[in-house]
């Protein structure tokens, strides 16, 4: 979005945007040495809980999800069920080798003492476990409430990535001999209760629509954020209550976050990513990648897809 108001406001037309995250290596942090610890104990501060925790309405962002299970009425099994099947969908798009044309292969050095012992190559996202079942996922702990439901199984993982894409006009794609994929159409935000704040995308998609001119039985797939298996779930809730044709076969049909990994700083172009993928393989015109965002705020942005002579 910000290279698209940049080339907008003529600032330039050819920008790579993209995001990355490193959640394994968050640090801990020791407030207050900066200027020396004396006679006293001191504590470690888990600065990955410390940034997933809101600072206006002091919760960690499971326990916004635990708020809206509540109020949407989302039973843990519906829950697990849900987190279950993005798991199925994940593990099925990797064995049709879905992902090969957007995963970049990474390579790994495993050092003991400052040696070298093993490279390994990372070619596909490690979190998604076909052998999950709603029986085994019953077994973890509510973590974020007590007596709740928003576990580690219906929860996305801890990952790290890194995702990015090209941004240009039709004019400079012309100059430098690239096919585009995929134009933007439209895209909006809204504001939210901080305390709610993966229901975000449910009050933005109905503005993307409005400045599209589409209608929404007009999209074809759905690449909706699953920060938690509530919170997404919650989302096409509401936008069946708003009046909207739901429809959970469209969306997150390569598995979702649950599965296949929310890397915060890179997830939004990732999803960007995937749905370009999905739009030319299924012949879908238009394509709709949506995020919750901590904070109280969700984004949705429509793409149209430009190859296959669309």
């Not at 001119?213 to 069946?240: K, P, R, T, Y």
């Not at 709709?288 to 904070?295: D, H």
């Amino acid at each position: 979005v910000s290279a698209y108001r940049a080339i907008a406001a003529e600032e330039g037309d050819l920008y790579l945007a993209g995001g990355t995250e490193s959640l394994s290596n968050v640090p801990y942090a020791v407030k207050g040495a900066r200027w020396g610890l004396k006679l006293r104990h001191s504590e470690f501060t888990d600065m990955l809980w410390d940034g997933l925790t809101d600072p206006v309405c002091g919760l960690i962002m499971g326990a916004t999800a635990e708020n809206l299970a509540e109020r949407y009425e989302i039973s843990r099994e519906e829950q697990d069920e849900f987190a279950v099947n993005s798991h199925k969908k994940a593990f099925r798009a990797q064995r049709m080798d879905k992902f090969k044309d957007e995963i970049v292969a990474v390579e790994i050095v495993k050092r003991v003492g400052g040696q070298e012992v093993a490279r390994e190559l990372i070619t596909q996202d490690e979190g998604v476990n076909p052998t999950l079942s709603t029986r085994k996922a019953a077994l973890y702990p509510a973590v974020f409430r007590k007596g709740g439901t928003v576990t580690p199984a219906n929860s996305c993982p801890l990952n790290d990535a890194a995702a990015a894409v090209i941004v240009t006009t039709a004019e400079r794609a012309a100059e430098l001999g690239l096919k585009p994929r995929a134009r933007i159409v439209s895209y909006a935000y809204a504001g939210v209760d901080p305390a709610y704040m993966g229901i975000g995308p449910a009050f933005a998609i109905p503005k993307a629509l409005a400045k599209s001119g589409i209608s929404f039985d007009d999209i074809g797939v759905i690449e909706l954020n699953e920060a938690f298996a509530a919170q997404a779930m919650a989302v096409g809730m509401e936008m069946e209550r708003q009046g909207y044709n739901w429809n959970w076969d469209k969306v997150n049909p390569l598995g979702g976050g649950i599965a296949l990994g929310h890397p915060i700083g890179a997830t939004a172009v990732k999803l960007a990513v995937t749905i370009m993928g999905e739009m030319e393989r299924e012949h879908h015109r238009y394509g709709l990648v949506t995020m919750c965002v901590g904070g109280g705020q969700g984004g949705a942005m429509i793409l149209e897809n430009l190859s296959n002579g669309q």
